[in-house]
């Protein structure tokens, strides 16, 4: 059997299979299909510190092999994940990952807080990058000097791993990377949404009400993986979380190699609901056909040849 | 009622009018956690574009043969690709999924002497059929109400028959029944005393004109909704629409049409868009 077990940044995780944000609701809804108790990993929904509505509908497009979306962060906050959700997370003993967006600096602050006092959560995604909402979001994750204020505010507020997660939608991924490192950042998540457009050719309007939207799914994935790539190049020691399109145990391979510790399923999700069991019994198979013992000796593996 | 996922094997396919479609799977434990109005997600091909499943209501189950059927409307690349599935071919597919109809054993009803009336729009037909089983087992089919374009658009009207229910149509081309809106039937409605109750799916448009018939007649209404739908399962938050809440401070909220839904009552929708 190979040893699965890989360390994000601090979090002990016994496979590197996890979650991404917005794509796995708080966890129990994909239970019917899922046995959570088998992932690395729970990345929840975007939480923020007051609950939000989101944006309008449609809020959703699909595209050639992925799809835009606009949800504008719906959330019950994060006093409302604590109190409603978190507690059925607990008994599965499986690591939680709270994601946060704040629309200033000091609710970033507050998030940490207010996350490094609850038990039952085992690290910090930082979201500097979501694309669908008007304040704060994309600027925190496109300026240099702003992404390292946001994860600074969110290290001084807590002891538990802080993941930082950018966004693609930026010119040098390593200059971003580099910039939270040197601040505090444990480890770092990409990517994030590409910003898009769909039009609707016979209404002769845009497809989503935000007009622009997040694009994932396997359209993403060859610019993803290259992103990790550059980023384990320029920062090798930084545990990254990839993720982008992955939607096979194949695609997880590539991304490990790349330079991921750990991965994450998103849109995959979708597409199939037990994607994560299917591409972990997958990442199994291959370390076993590969006689790989260690999976940890993989990450980077690209790299030195 | 936890969903199933499933390679269904199809049983038999037959475009009952142009770009209508019925498709039947032999899926025995899906089959039976079916109730009326629910919706499965079928995933149309193994390759990554198209790259969502499609959402498509249960048109009827049959516990016992194990059965689910769909009736669907060829619109675009999914439901092109789901045509021209073959008897014996296998399809991903689970549900099932959201809330469905309130039934007639269901405690939130009114009292009185019910009347169930469906209210269908084009292949919005297609959830009501399994309801109106459920109300003509307990001795009320009902009565229902169809509306299209053409009458080429008017499907399962021999099914709901043989319930006993009272089928009245309407189409925009007067092809087929009355020369117009299918609003236009409440006008002649046999009541006869009893409390209407009235199911509806369709076009927003419609939904949103019976919605308002009922407001203003008192009658009860519940409207099936559609949205871009993603996930299916309440995790994504794609399909959202507005609903009245009454929580401090705010006059509605974001329910989600997958798990909230996708059958809503109308009078707890906001309807302004
Ligand atoms: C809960 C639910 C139940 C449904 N039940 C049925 C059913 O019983 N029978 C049936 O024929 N259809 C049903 N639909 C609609 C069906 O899901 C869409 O028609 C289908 O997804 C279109 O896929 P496509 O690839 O063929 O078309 P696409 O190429 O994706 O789109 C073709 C056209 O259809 C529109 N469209 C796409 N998806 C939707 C959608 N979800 N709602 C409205 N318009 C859409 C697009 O905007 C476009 O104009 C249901 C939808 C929902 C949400
Ligand atoms: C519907 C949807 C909602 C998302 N919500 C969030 C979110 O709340 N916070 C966040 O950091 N990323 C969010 N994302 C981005 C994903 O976590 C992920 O970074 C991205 O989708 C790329 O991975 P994928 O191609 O595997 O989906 C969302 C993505 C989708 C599709």
């Not at chain 1, 601090?10 to 944000?21: I, Y």
């Not at chain 1, 390593?174 to 050719?201: F, R």
């Not at chain 2, 019910?114 to 459920?134: D, H, N, T």
């Amino acid at each position: 059997m190979t040893d699965l077990k890989v360390n994000l940044g601090g979090l002990a995780m016994q496979n590197p299979v996890t979650t991404a944000s917005g794509t796995f609701g708080f966890g129990l809804e994909y239970a019917p299909f899922v046995d959570l108790r088998r992932l690395g990993a729970i990345v929840v929904k975007g939480t923020t510190l007051e609950p939000r509505e989101g944006n309008a509908t449609p809020r959703m497009a699909e595209t050639p092999a992925g799809m835009l979306n606009a949800i504008g962060l719906q959330n019950p906050g994060i006093d409302g994940f604590i109190k409603q959700h978190l507690p059925a997370l607990q008994p599965l003993g499986t690591p939680i990952i709270v994601n946060i967006s704040g629309n200033t600096l000091e609710e970033y602050g507050q998030l940490a807080a207010m996350i490094d006092a609850c038990e039952g959560i085992s690290a910090i995604e930082v979201n500097i990058s979501c694309p669908n909402v008007k304040q704060g979001g994309i600027q925190f994750g496109t300026v240099p000097t702003m992404a390292a204020d946001v994860t600074k505010m969110v290290r001084e507020h807590t002891k538990k791993p802080v993941i930082v997660k950018l966004s693609p939608n930026v010119t040098d991924i390593t200059e971003m990377a580099k910039a939270v490192v040197d601040v505090g950042a444990d480890a770092i998540a990409l990517i994030n949404t590409l910003l898009g457009m769909a039009i609707d050719t016979k209404q002769r309007k845009p497809q989503l009400a935000n007009i622009f939207g997040g694009l994932s799914g396997p359209a993403v994935k060859p610019v993803a993986l290259r992103m990790v790539y550059q980023v384990h190049r320029a920062l090798p020691a930084v545990p990254i979380l990839g993720m982008g399109g992955i939607t096979t145990a194949e695609d997880a391979i590539e991304f490990i190699m790349a330079g991921a510790t750990a991965i994450a399923v998103g849109t995959a999700n979708f597409v199939n609901p037990k994607a994560t069991i299917d591409i972990l019994e997958g990442i199994e198979a291959f370390c076993l056909q590969e006689g790989i013992n260690t999976l940890q000796d993989l990450v980077g593996a690209a790299h030195s040849s | 009622m936890q969903p199933i996922l499933y390679h269904a094997t199809v049983l038999e396919q037959e475009e009952l009018k142009p770009a209508i479609f019925r498709i039947r799977f032999m899926a025995p434990e899906l089959a039976r956690l079916c109730q009326p109005g629910q919706f499965i997600q079928v995933r149309v091909n193994a390759m990554v574009d198209p790259l969502l499943p499609r959402p498509i209501s249960i048109h009827d189950f049959d516990s016992e043969a194990g059965t689910v059927t769909l009736l669907y409307h060829r619109v675009g690349k999914g439901t092109a690709i789901l045509a021209q599935c073959q008897p014996g071919e296998q399809v991903m597919i689970w549900g099932p999924l959201g809330r469905g109809w309130t039934l007639p054993e269901a405690q939130d009803l009114p009292a009185g002497d019910l009347l169930p009336i469906y209210v269908a729009g084009g292949i919005g037909v297609a959830p009501l059929l399994s309801l109106a089983k459920a109300w003509s087992k307990v001795g009320k089919p009902g009565i229902l109400l169809c509306g299209g374009r053409c009458e080429e658009q008017l499907v399962a009207l021999e099914e709901f028959q043989a319930l006993g229910v009272d089928v009245d149509l309407a189409t925009e081309d007067g092809s087929a029944g009355h020369c117009g809106r299918v609003t236009a039937l409440f006008d002649h409605l046999p009541l006869l005393g009893k409390m209407p109750l009235l199911y509806t799916c369709g076009p927003k448009g419609m939904l949103k004109a019976i919605h308002e018939l009922a407001l203003q007649k008192g009658w009860p209404c519940q409207v099936s909704l559609e949205e871009r739908m993603c996930c299916g399962l309440g995790a994504c938050l794609s399909c959202v629409c507005k609903r009245e809440a009454s929580q401090e401070g705010k006059t509605w909220t974001h329910a989600k049409v997958c798990t909230d839904g996708p059958v809503f009552w109308s009078k707890e929708v906001i309807w302004d868009d």
